[in-house]
């Protein structure tokens, strides 16, 4: 069939562009925007041609990769519901994104660079998406983790750019340890299997194969999770990879990259032990609640939108471990719409005040960048989840899961709920309402077109999203039984009919959150927050201190061991066994001593004497 | 006139020699020739080397691309010939050659080296001459050693190599600890092949006098059908294995190592960290571990244990270094650790995933210090806080840099990846070294990517050090000195894409290997028992 070679175009097209820029197109600026974007958006018709050509039935094309005995490596793609929902997110909103950054980066002197590096990382994420085992996924892992630090670290002469780049990559290193070894247990305990078809059915025919390791191989998978979802405690490189290009924040820190994680757990949903869900799910509701507090205090756009990101991850982090992964799947899918429409629409206010990020010199953008402004509200709304727009279908999935497993996930996840509201509308109210707070604002003017349209585009994606049937299609997908409502009022009106506690406490979060917003914000000239909590505002504005917590713990004590074993290393290991042989030679007499005149003559000639001695014993016998 | 009557010898030779032969040979007579050629023709020197080594890069090649369709003879070697003049045939010596899939990949990326290696020597300035037919020596002693199927010729190339290591950093080394450096990488390095050397002729010796030989092929069927005695492997095994090990930086007699490389000029140290030090894992895991299956067995664990001195203790240290070039060093001593652990895995996954990592080292190795020296070339210097922001005027170095940190911290589409990660499974797979393999993970996973990425952040990244001398003058490479970073990285990439090139190849091999080193010692009983 010919279609099986679609696949393939999807995932190495980026590659390909990738190359050809790098090799040959760096000095032509058109030619390899050109590269880039064309292949991304042909990725996107060819992803909709595979929806077409081949219905959701589960595909896989293979090729071997590694053959050595019992380790056995495929390099093989698959095509099912799943990967193909998250193929037309991935492509669909990467192009929009791709477009977009024609504008953006418009007149940076490494503009190839750039669509190089957002190339590779487009093939880095369609190849975890397509990936049909666990080590090829591991391979695509770490890659979409170097493409991320050539993009964090874009501007590389910005010391802060570099530092974040090294940041993002080493924690993700963390995260790949541990997934790593999760992948070694599993492959050991399994009898070298890597393919999660075999595996998931392997471990449905015997529950009991994983034995005791089952609790802690899923962890440890966990672990990639949390580096690469920036889950706590590794949460600490999303916010500082706001350093890259604004584009790149948006493609990458809101739409993909950090969703590898929430879908690799949906992917490998079958290993975990409901033990490990629990951890998972207080992990996700932890790093929620978390993130949520820190950006209450935040004044830089982006940073805001970087922890308002962290704490949705959690949110789908909690949903897979709340055993609804189709409920993670859908927040995931939902928020990679609006979060990617927010950062565009930052990433406009930032270009339109020439890269003042501080929202407290910005206030009444409303009139100058309109379209902008809509479209921003737009994605707020629909991440604050205001019924109909998709953000409220999604989170209420989410919140009817913890209503029904747990009790004090609910109410955590319904205080986040309101937390997002109130941030998102303190960024709001300050940024676009009030009196302009510095002389930046009276030159700002809306952005070019190729910029716009892509907002516009993700504007109508957030609000329809919700009601499309993505959710049915998810559970379709990631569970067997599926009872989802057809046809778009059905879909309007199901979350009050199935879980009414969990909805109208969601609606009830945004409204207490819009109201303490725009009690405090809406013509506030400076943050009042800070007088009003004293030192809970200081810890949430310098993070709760995780960066200082690490830097005096975990990377001092490697440093310490590090400074131990260079002192070792030249003071003892390599004096004692110089020694060694100083004092050998006084033992040993005339020959070795010879050896110590420094003499390089003497050296070789010694040796030529030594292989005569021992070929002479050799033939004296 | 000597140069004529050696080309009329080259030419009666033809006829027995194949391919192979002239891979090593060709350096070793463009040596002989370039001692008739006048001091200051400079540029011809310069041009004898890198076009001799063009050639015997292709040769490396062709050989590479025609081994699966060549025919192999009874021991499993291609291309095998003789050199029928060299040997003595009363002490079992003959000068063989032949490559199997153990060697062959080795070969070719010491060959892609070599070329590598003699087009980074645009830095030498002084004595021309005598540096470029070190040069070429130490290119046909390292090919020559890797293709001997004969112990005698094995050592004694690996000689040839070693001595003109030592000279060219004594003599074009740079900083101000050379001679020290010298001197302790000489003292260490023949230390180790003494050790070495005793080993292989006390193995010689376990054979019994009428049918002792140097030949691999006839010592490996020997010890397949005898078990040699196990007071012998007791204590002929850790010779073999220190005497290896010294040459191979395990530790802790690495030290030599990190500052050896730091003060030798660029060539010597690519062809030396790349391809030279392989040369006692090659022995590792051709001789000591068939020959002598029980001594091997219980030595394994605790080479297991050394290799997480070179993983993570070395690893430490080169988080501490400051100067660049000694922390590639540390580096590449750190590697070593995980081919250690593969070997100490003593299964096929764990030895192949060794034999990867030992060519795709080579290739890194190259590579990174090819890279140093051009930055050094440049800027005067290696100590990284006087560097910075290079990335900015060295657009090409930039990436060549990046690229090669990425390889050195094990990132997939490098060949470096597939071998680390094979030897990960390989040891997992052995219950007794899963702590082991734990640490090595943490080792290769974040402490590598720690000074990786440290170096690029002090030497590429940053803002650019405007006040430095050299901040004016540093030019990003020509079309001609990209070439050999050009082709050091494509080897890389195009291994790593499609690791089955190399290990379909090695696969056999280690799996006879491994056979011989885990189930020979029980056959070998039953053998005995049975008459």
Not at chain 1, 120 to 136: D, E, K, P, R, Y
Request: charged residues 10%.
């Amino acid at each position: 069939m010919k279609y099986e070679v679609l696949p393939w175009v999807i995932l190495f097209l980026p590659l390909v562009a990738a190359g050809i820029i790098t090799l040959f197109t760096l000095k032509n600026e058109k030619v390899s925007a050109t590269l880039s974007v064309g292949a991304i958006v042909i990725g996107f018709f060819a992803t909709v041609l595979c929806f077409r050509a081949f219905r959701f039935s589960p595909q896989e094309f293979t090729i071997n990769w590694l053959d050595l005995g019992t380790l056995q490596v495929d390099f093989g793609l698959r095509l099912d519901p799943l990967s193909l929902m998250m193929l037309l997110i991935v492509t669909g909103v990467g192009s929009l994104i791709h477009i977009y950054s024609i504008g953006y980066m418009k007149g940076d002197p490494a503009f190839s660079r750039f669509f190089a590096c957002l190339s590779l990382f487009t093939f880095s994420m369609l190849g975890i998406v397509l990936s049909n085992n666990f080590l090829q996924m591991f391979i695509f892992w770490e890659l979409v983790g170097v493409s991320s630090y050539l993009l964090i670290g874009f501007w590389f002469e910005k010391a802060s750019a570099a530092d974040a780049a090294k940041k993002a990559f080493l924690t993700n290193r963390v995260g790949d340890f541990g997934f790593m070894l999760g992948i070694l247990i599993l492959w050991v305990t399994l009898h070298g299997t890597l393919n999660f078809e075999l595996i998931k059915h392997y471990v449905q025919d015997n529950p009991a194969a994983l034995g005791g390791a089952a609790m802690l191989a899923g962890l440890l998978i966990f672990c990639g999770a949390v580096g690469k979802s920036a889950q706590f405690p590794l949460h600490v490189w999303l916010p500082d990879a706001m350093e890259g290009p604004t584009p790149v924040s948006a493609l990458i820190h809101a739409a993909t990259m950090v969703a590898a994680g929430v879908y690799m757990l949906c992917r490998v949903f079958f290993i975990f032990t409901p033990d490990a869900l629990t951890v998972i799910s207080w992990v996700g509701g932890f790093t929620a609640l978390l993130a949520a507090l820190i950006a209450v205090q935040q004044n830089d756009i982006k940073r805001i939108l970087a922890y308002s990101t962290l704490s949705q991850l959690g949110y789908m982090v909690m949903g897979v471990g709340l055993a609804a992964p189709e409920a993670g799947m859908f927040h995931l899918t939902t928020h990679a719409f609006f979060k990617a429409l927010l950062f565009l629409g930052a990433g406009s206010v930032i270009h339109a005040m020439h890269h003042e990020q501080d929202i407290w010199k910005m206030g009444a953008l409303r009139k100058k960048m309109p379209v902008t402004y809509w479209t921003f509200m737009v994605g707020t709304l629909a991440l604050a989840g205001v019924w109909p727009l998709s953000g409220f279908f999604s989170k209420d999935a989410i919140l009817a899961a913890a209503h029904h497993h747990s009790l004090p996930l609910f109410i955590l996840a319904v205080g986040v709920a309101g937390l997002t509201t109130f941030y998102m509308f303190r960024l709001v109210f300050v940024t676009f309402f009030g009196e302009a707070k510095s002389h930046d604002v009276d030159h700002a003017h809306e952005s070019p077109g190729v910029m716009v349209w892509p907002l516009r585009v993700l504007a109508i994606l957030s609000i329809i999203a919700g009601v499309i049937g993505i959710e049915g299609l998810f559970a379709g997908a990631l569970k067997s039984e599926g009872e989802h409502p057809h046809g778009i009022v059905a879909q309007l009106i199901y979350p009050f009919q199935h879980a009414p506690v969990a909805a109208c406490s969601g609606l009830a979060a945004f409204a207490i959150g819009l109201f303490a917003a725009w009690k405090l914000y809406a013509n506030a000239k400076s943050d009042p927050l800070p007088a009003k909590l004293g030192g809970l505002s200081r810890a949430m504005a310098n993070r709760f201190y995780f960066d200082e917590i690490y830097e005096a713990t975990v990377i001092r004590i490697h440093d310490a061991i590090a400074t131990i074993s260079d002192w070792i290393d030249r003071w003892i290991v390599e004096g004692l066994c110089l020694g060694l042989v100083r004092g050998g030679t006084d033992l040993t007499g005339r020959a070795l001593r010879l050896a110590q005149t420094g003499n390089l003559q003497t050296y070789a000639f010694l040796f030529v004497v030594g292989v005569a001695v021992v070929l002479w014993f050799v033939l004296g016998k | 006139m000597f140069s004529f009557a050696s080309l009329r010898l080259c030419a009666f030779a033809l006829k027995k020699m194949t391919t192979l032969t002239y891979i090593f040979l060709l350096p070793l007579l463009a040596a002989i020739a370039l001692a008739f050629v006048p001091r200051n023709f400079a540029v011809i020197m310069r041009a004898v080397a890198v076009g001799v080594t063009f050639v015997t890069m292709l040769l490396g090649i062709l050989m590479f691309w025609q081994f699966n369709g060549a025919t192999a003879d009874a021991n499993g070697y291609k291309f095998v010939s003789t050199i029928p003049w060299l040997g003595a045939e009363s002490l079992g010596i003959a000068c063989k050659f032949g490559v199997d899939g153990l060697n062959v990949g080795l070969v070719l990326m010491g060959a892609i080296v070599a070329f590598a290696a003699a087009c980074c020597s645009f830095e030498i300035k002084t004595r021309e001459k005598e540096f470029y037919i070190l040069l070429l020596v130490m290119t046909g002693g390292i090919l020559g050693a890797f293709m001997s199927t004969d112990l005698f010729f094995f050592y004694f190339f690996h000689e040839l190599a070693l001595v003109p290591t030592f000279i060219m950093i004594g003599v074009w080394g740079r900083g101000e600890r050379k001679n020290f450096a010298t001197f302790q990488i000489t003292i260490y390095l023949s230390i180790g092949a003494l050790l070495a050397l005793i080993g292989l002729i006390a193995l010689y010796l376990q054979l019994p006098t009428d049918v002792r030989t140097f030949d691999i092929p006839t010592l490996t069927k020997y010890f397949a059908e005898h078990t040699m005695a196990a007071s012998a492997q007791n204590f002929i095994f850790p010779l073999l294995l220190f005497g290896f090990g010294i040459l191979v930086s395990l530790w802790p007699f690495h030290s030599w190592a990190a500052l050896g490389y730091g003060s030798a000029p660029s060539a010597t140290a690519m062809l030396h960290a790349g391809v030279l030090k392989k040369f006692g894992l090659y022995g590792l895991i051709r001789v000591a571990l068939p020959f002598m299956p029980q001594a091997a067995q219980s030595w394994m664990q605790i080479l297991a244990w050394l290799c997480l001195g070179n993983v993570l203790y070395v690893g430490w240290v080169a988080m501490r270094q400051k100067n660049l070039n000694l922390l590639i060093g540390n580096s590449s001593v750190a590697h070593m650790g995980m081919i250690f652990l593969g070997i100490a895995s003593l299964n096929l996954i764990g030895v192949t995933g060794a034999v990867v990592i030992m060519i795709a080292h080579g290739f890194l190795a190259a590579l990174t210090f090819g890279l140093s020296g051009y930055i050094y070339n440049q800027t005067g210097t290696l100590e990284m806080s006087e560097l910075g922001g290079l990335a900015k005027k060295l657009r090409f170095i930039g990436v060549a840099f990046v690229m090669a940190a990425m390889a050195g911290c094990g990132l997939p589409g490098f060949l470096n990846f597939v071998g680390e990660v094979t030897v990960f499974f390989g040891a997992w797979q052995v219950p007794a070294l899963r702590l082991v393999t734990v640490l090595a993970v943490w080792g290769a996973l974040i402490i590598g990517a720690v000074y990786m990425l440290r170096a690029v952040r002090a030497v590429m990244h940053g803002p650019a050090q405007e006040d430095k001398t050299y901040a004016t003058n540093v030019t990003d490479a020509n079309l001609w000195r990209k070439l050999p970073y050009a082709i050091l990285i494509a080897s890389l990439l195009v291994f790593g894409f499609f690791p089955r090139f190399l290990t379909d190849k090695i696969k056999p091999v280690t799996e006879q290997i491994v056979n011989m080193a885990t189930t020979g010692v029980a056959k070998t009983i039953v053998a005995q028992s049975k008459p």
